[in-house]
């Protein structure tokens, strides 16, 4: 029983599931940001046509979904599951996206560790034989979750330096049971994990030690030595998650050296570009591997990749509560 | 390859997961309600002796989690996944509940029907072979959810009678790949379905195409007559969502007759009680199934249910913004 059970709550797909395709699509910001050329989509505004922020965020995911069963030659009728999740209330990007692509839906909330919790659940459904096809997809919007989580961008509030910059965009893939390409090898979910921070812009801080939890279970689980991947990648700690995520991991007796980033730092110029600590949201983690990770292995610069998309599970009513903010960190292997 | 997918999103499990133990918790109108016996534990108020609603919401998770997973002797730290969802924004009552069991965390998000959802997620983990235990958990609780989506109980607003009353409670189950018990044998996902419904006072018309469609595929997948199931239940279409259901099903030619009913009608007396079309929310469904539906089961009464637990996948602000209500069901199959 439970062969692929490796660990706690660490996988070993047998069958591995193959990406047969993406779709990145992103705003002007992080079109303007070190990785443009790598994502499908730059827009040059954030409205994608429509009059609420809302509706341009479920545009972007609807596109990203397009793109990827376009790259991957699968008609949605062939897709079994959509998998799905977005930072809003009650995840209507999501939720109405799968209203468009008619596919039998699997909502997630996983905030911005979306994207690997989703990759991970879709390739059980396909490598545990209940599924050919798995579309899985995430997004965010700067203006809608500001406007959710902070303030109106009308009001021009001034960002903290440890504020973290949500980046707008969608990300999506298709999963198969077989064919070529990439594949996803490994997969180590999640615990939730508070420390007790209570700084909403300091939502970095808050993830780190969900990020290192998930990390040193996975090495434990898998055996595999931090230098046996090309890339070890953090979801979006930003520039203070990031550099307490290495400080946690190295007390474990982790020295992480030049493998090591972190998505958010990844996909703006956090020294051009005014975004505070980085970047952050459920599109962060996904168009950067989506795109840019997914890039770099066709073009044989990547071979095997650990990514740790992290999430910051707080609501704003949670926090007017006086509530800390629980962090998560969910971990997937892509290998080509 | 994917010998356990029947049909489109319909799959039977080759190993069936075993239910090896429940928790149902419910506030005192469920309390005083026809399934009362059925419930583990009905409080004497709503507060679990918490400041605000979203606490007390938690507790409630968190109590029902451990009652299921005292009545299946699993000690949590052998399970391997926990899953869970609420109707709260960025579902916070399981993401906290989730810090506190600190068991790796699977978060979903399907309104009501989420109970269903869960399970045939984590039934496809443990027959993937992925795990060994999983634990499905959600919750709701009336004033939590009516300040959310409607207006705060103070003011003493007027339900419409199309309007569903929100059930306060939390159900939870343990899911094992061995064992004795009820078994999850079957599962169909269901697709996201809007056909125009504004009205947030009558969800249940809202939620009817979807919980009809997912029953029709689910029918025509597995070849089972509908006369096959000792019981079907919807999830919480209340008495104007199941009237509609029970038409839309007829005009696809299947004839539902006294083996139908719905968990909306069922856990309150609807003549006596002040609930108008009937009860809702993530509970309602999750406590009627995992409580007096397995129950029923211990005592001989049922042999074979279809549950088809059904959510309706609006925000507020999607409500404000003059979007419909986009509906989805999603059944499993439990058998003794």
């Not at 290192?212 to 030595?225: I, K, Q």
Request: charged share 20%; hydrophobic share 40%.
């Amino acid at each position: 029983m439970a062969s692929k059970k490796i660990g706690k709550a660490t996988i070993k797909f047998t069958n591995p599931p193959v990406i047969a395709g993406t779709g990145t699509i992103v705003g002007p910001m992080e079109g303007r940001g070190p990785l443009a050329d790598d994502f499908d989509v730059a827009l040059p505004d954030m409205t994608c046509g429509e009059k609420t922020a809302e509706r341009s965020e479920r545009k972007l995911l609807e596109q990203a979904a397009q793109i990827a069963l376009e790259r991957s030659s699968v008609d949605k009728s062939m897709v079994d599951y959509y998998i799905a999740g977005d930072l809003l209330n009650q995840i209507i990007s999501a939720s109405f996206s799968a209203r468009q692509l008619a596919i039998p839906f699997l909502g997630v909330y996983g905030a911005c560790s979306t994207c690997a919790m989703g990759t991970a659940l879709g390739g059980m459904i396909l490598d545990g034989g209940f599924a050919n096809y798995v579309l899985v997809a995430c997004s965010s919007h700067y203006q809608a979750a500001e406007r959710q989580f902070r303030y109106p961008i009308e009001l021009n509030i001034k960002h903290k330096t440890t504020s973290q910059y949500t980046v707008t965009g969608a990300g999506a893939l298709v999963l198969a049971s077989s064919g070529e390409g990439p594949r996803v090898t490994w997969a180590t979910t999640g615990k939730v994990i508070d420390l007790g921070v209570k700084d909403q812009c300091n939502l970095g801080a808050a993830m780190a030690p969900a990020a290192a939890d998930t990390f040193l279970r996975h090495v434990a689980d898998t055996g595999h030595a931090p230098d046996t991947y090309d890339l070890i990648l953090t979801g979006d700690l930003g520039s203070l998650g990031s550099e307490l995520f290495k400080a946690l991991v190295k007390d474990a007796g982790c020295n992480l050296q030049g493998n090591y980033n972190d998505c958010g730092l990844m996909i703006f110029d956090t020294k051009t570009q005014r975004v505070g600590a980085g970047g952050s949201g459920c599109a962060c983690s996904a168009v950067v591997t989506f795109g840019h990770v997914l890039k770099q292995m066709e073009r044989g610069k990547l071979k095997k990749v650990l990514l740790i998309a992290t999430g910051a599970l707080l609501s704003p009513l949670s926090f007017q509560q006086g509530e800390s903010i629980p962090g998560v960190g969910h971990a997937i292997v892509i290998e080509r």
